[in-house]
């Protein structure tokens, strides 16, 4: 079973930087697809970015241009890098990832986690 462990938030000005982590532990699985989501304060919980296989990106709009998503293979970490950040960017973040593996009485299974979330506060 995979487990995720987030880092990297905190409180930050407005036109600052952060850069969130995503560990993934576990054995013998391969990492598909990673998104990283964010919920503000009385909202829904919202996509903010995606890595597909091939490492094909997606961003939102309201942080295309600011937030960058990577991953670091050898290290099963995934990683949100928060340019010129901005009071409404303010939200906890959670880093969602699909993998698969294989179990013997299961076969190939595919699966996804999530992580605990990481709270980002952004000052005016």
């Known amino acids: 079973q995979v487990q995720l462990v987030e880092s990297g938030g905190g409180l930050v000005q407005a036109g600052g930087s952060l850069r969130l982590s995503c560990a993934a532990s576990?054995?013998?699985?391969?990492?598909?697809?990673v998104n990283w989501y964010r919920q503000a304060p009385g909202k829904q919980r919202e996509l903010v970015a995606s890595?597909?296989?091939?490492?094909?990106?997606h961003s939102a709009d309201s942080v295309k241009g600011r937030f960058t998503i990577s991953k670091d293979n050898a290290k099963n970490t995934v990683y949100l890098q928060m340019n010129s950040l901005k009071p409404e960017d303010t939200a906890v973040y959670y880093c969602n990832v699909h993998y698969s593996d294989y179990e013997f009485r299961e076969g190939y299974r595919y699966l996804e986690v999530w992580g605990q979330g990481t709270l980002v506060t952004v000052s005016s």
């Open positions: 576990g054995s013998g699985f391969s990492i598909n697809a």
């Open positions: 890595m597909f296989s091939g490492s094909k990106t």
